[in-house]
């Protein structure tokens, strides 16, 4: 099963700065003073969990007031600083709905948001070169 192809392209631009470009001509900085990449990692699970959590609402007829995310991320010592444990808090206002509700919302966000299960799952990831 294939579904949409998402692209990007990350171009060095002096010292240690990176900037990527989406297909869709966003730019995302990766230089001094911007976020490192493992925080957009991390700001990718919020966001995307967040999104999620709001359509599955939605789609119940449930209406959510306000919504936070906080993640903390705890990454091994040594090379690669991988993270071991990634924790993700909602904070939700919906002051109509019950905890239940809201835990089944929280429940078919972590199985369909697409950033949290494809860290779960363990994406294949290929590292290839090309000479310029």
Same mark, same amino acid.
């Given at each position: 099963?294939?579904?949409?192809?998402?692209?990007?392209?990350?171009?060095?631009?002096?010292?240690?700065?990176?900037?990527?470009?989406?297909?869709?001509?966003?730019?995302?900085?990766?230089?001094?003073?911007?976020?490192?990449?493992?925080?957009?990692?991390?700001?990718?699970?919020?966001?995307?969990?967040?999104?999620?959590?709001?359509? %599955?609402?939605?789609?119940?007829?449930?209406?959510?007031?306000?919504?936070?995310?906080?993640?903390?991320?705890?990454?091994?010592?040594?090379?690669?600083?991988?993270?071991?444990?990634?924790?993700?808090?909602?904070? %939700?206002?919906?002051?109509?709905?019950?905890?239940?509700?809201?835990?089944?919302?929280?429940?078919?966000?972590?199985?369909?948001?697409? %950033?949290?299960?494809?860290?779960?799952?363990? %994406?294949?990831?290929?590292?290839?070169?090309?000479?310029?």
């Amino acid at each position: 099963m294939s579904g949409e192809v998402m692209s990007l392209r990350a171009i060095w631009v002096g010292e240690r700065d990176i900037e990527a470009e989406t297909s869709g001509g966003e730019r995302i900085g990766m230089g001094e003073g911007d976020p490192r990449p493992t925080e957009y990692l991390l700001a990718g699970i919020a966001g995307c969990a967040a999104k999620t959590f709001l359509r %599955v609402a939605a789609e119940r007829g449930i209406d959510i007031e306000a919504i936070n995310i906080e993640v903390t991320a705890r990454r091994a010592s040594g090379i690669p600083e991988v993270f071991e444990h990634i924790l993700v808090i909602f904070e %939700v206002i919906a002051p109509e709905v019950s905890d239940e509700e809201l835990d089944e919302i929280l429940q078919l966000t972590d199985r369909e948001c697409p %950033v949290v299960q494809s860290l779960v799952a363990g %994406v294949e990831i290929v590292l290839d070169l090309k000479t310029m």
